[in-house]
């Protein structure tokens, strides 16, 4: 899938992929945004405790948001 994916723990990464399949799956710009703001706080959330190190939480999150970012694209020129 994606190296930043891959290299997480399993629980975190299977976490991590249902969170880019509901970015994926948002049908409206404001599902898309609020998935994408899911995924933020579920990275800020394993830095804070620890899950993750803070490189790793920034490149989630860069990845998080280049998804997003994608999604809100396709969405605002009218595509499924």
């Known amino acids: 899938m994606n190296a930043v994916i891959d290299g997480l723990p399993e629980a975190i990464r299977q976490q991590a992929e249902n969170l880019l399949a509901e970015i994926h799956r948002a049908g409206s710009m404001i599902l898309a945004i609020k998935s994408g703001a ?8 394993l830095v804070c405790a620890g899950g ?3 490189e790793q939480g920034e490149a989630l999150s860069e990845h998080f948001d280049k998804t997003t970012e994608n999604r809100l694209k396709i969405l605002s020129v009218g595509l499924p």
């Open 38 to 45: 899911q995924a933020y706080g579920f990275v800020q959330g």
């Open 52 to 54: 993750i190190s803070a």
